[in-house]
């Protein structure tokens, strides 16, 4: 009896914790107050900014992660190696994240370039942190596809790259859109390597969350009314993933959890 | 009629694959799972490396998608996200064949609600809708229930004698084997022990693994030369055969050279060999009896005559003609 008090005490705190701050954003200023904020320019100009990088990284994401989810899916020497270094980012602190890539790419960096606190460094800082998540859940999902398949459709007359289009992709396709879902909402709300490689320029590399933290200090009710705008995208996304994982059988169960 | 033919090297996990082979109407090769069956069917899609040329022309170098093979796979390998039609469509005109293997009324199914006889015809149909010039059958009657497998082993023979093309399958099952191709070829660890028409085989087995792979009794012992060759079995009986052999044999007898008895019969152009009723298991419209190393079939009117039970003493009895020696 009180073991059981107990452990619904401890689920009750919990669940609190972590459903007050949301609750809060949207208690505080009344819906249709917090609504008209989004008309306020830094708002727009932050959505403006975020919105084409996160489509133009998550398109480098697609055409540069597929295949090399789909090399790295095939056996051969040294591929747990290059996997794991596909993988570093998802556990890497964005701000080292941030650090790195001025390193590589900054005006002292390996690489010369004038890239830092422009567009094209948002872009960059979104694709290194969020592509991880794609190419390993889209490893796994290659991975799944059958190689009797494969090989069948190579006797049946079909050369790799029609094979690749015609039976693997379509095969592949939810676990690939379940881990593009998951890029996606890191590529959007990421800030660490964001503020240190590109900055927090409004209209040219403010993106919503670098919107919300420039925001709060100024215009708490426009910090809030972006900030519940993304609560509104994540959750959407985050049912969509939910929704996929429960119509398809695809692999990946394992990037959320068995209730997905 | 064309010809296939393969010159195979090729290092598998536990030995090496080597084997030379001619193909031109039905041949199968036989053997227990892992023997590299199925590696030598690959080698001829172009799947694995080996040296193969059909009809003159040199395969070798050409990827698999240029061999023209129709491969039907184990599994059978259909397209789960494409329906019937479209996994037959993926290899080329369907034309009328989803109506020559009554599949057309399944045209817009998928091929996970399909049953393994409907699932087979599809692979069938799929393998010919790619024009080939050569097929190749993995396995083809192992992933069916019994019932349906006699059926199906009709139906495929009638259709390899319709396409006449050169074919090469793999199986694990002689009767099968012997059902479906006009040449059975044995392989064990990569090695072809022994390629002959299925009756050649039973008659004339080259060594005691081809005998006991066809389904015969295999006896060791030693034999001494004489006006019959004279076996003292292992385990103590004495038995006559009309080959020459000296040494440690094997006796090969078919269980259908074997009669039973329940006294021991005064013939002594008869051998015998005594021993207890292990089983008896009624097959079709056979029985088989198990006495002591040596299976025997016998009619169910003569099991039932006998009162063939488990545990009984028994009499195996063969004439010395209707035994084989053979290496061991």
Known sequence: MIRRALLGLA???????????????????????????????????????????????QALVLLLGTPTAYALSHRFRGRSLLVTLVELPIVLPPAVAGIGLLAALGRTGLIHTTVPFTQTA????????????????AIAAFEAVDENLVAAS?????????TFFRVVLPLARGGLVAGEALAFARG???????????GS????????????????????????????????VSAALLITLKWLASTSTSPFRFALSSSA | MARLDLDVSLPLRAFELRLTLAVERTVALVGPSGAGKSSVLKVV????????????????RLPPERRRVGFVFQDYALFPH???RANVAYAGPVGDLLERFRIAELADARPGDLSGGERQRVALARALARRPDVLLLDEPLAALDAHTKARVRGELSELLRDVGLPTLLVTHDYEDAAALAGEVGVLVDGRLRQLAAPAELVARPRDAFVASFTGANLLRGRARRGELTEVVLDGGDRIYSTDDADGEVGVVVYPWEVSVARAHADDSALNVVRGEIGSVVEIGNRVRVRIGAVTAEVTPASAARLELARGGLAYATFKATGTRLVPL
């Open chain 2, 45 to 60: 899609a172009g799947l694995l490396p080996g040296r193969v040329e059909f009809d003159g022309e040199d395969w070798t």
């Open chain 1, 154 to 162: 190579r006797t049946l007359g079909s050369g790799p790259v029609r």
């Open chain 1, 11 to 57: 689920t009750l705190v919990a669940l609190g914790f972590l459903a007050l701050p949301i609750v809060a954003i949207f208690a505080r200023v009344p819906p249709g107050r917090l609504a008209a904020q989004l008309s306020n320019g830094v708002v727009t100009d932050a959505l403006v900014v975020s919105l084409k990088t996160t489509l133009i990284a």
């Open chain 1, 122 to 137: 948002v872009v960059l800082a979104v694709a290194f942190v969020s592509s991880p998540l794609y190419v390993r859940q």
């Open chain 1, 188 to 198: 959007l709300g990421e800030f660490g390597a964001t503020i240190m490689f590109a």
């Open chain 1, 201 to 232: 320029l409004r209209g040219v590399t403010q993106t919503l969350p670098l919107a919300v933290y420039s925001e709060f200090d100024v215009n708490f009710d426009v910090a809030l009314a972006v900030g519940g705008l993304l609560v509104l």
């Open chain 2, 82 to 84: 494409l329906s019937v």
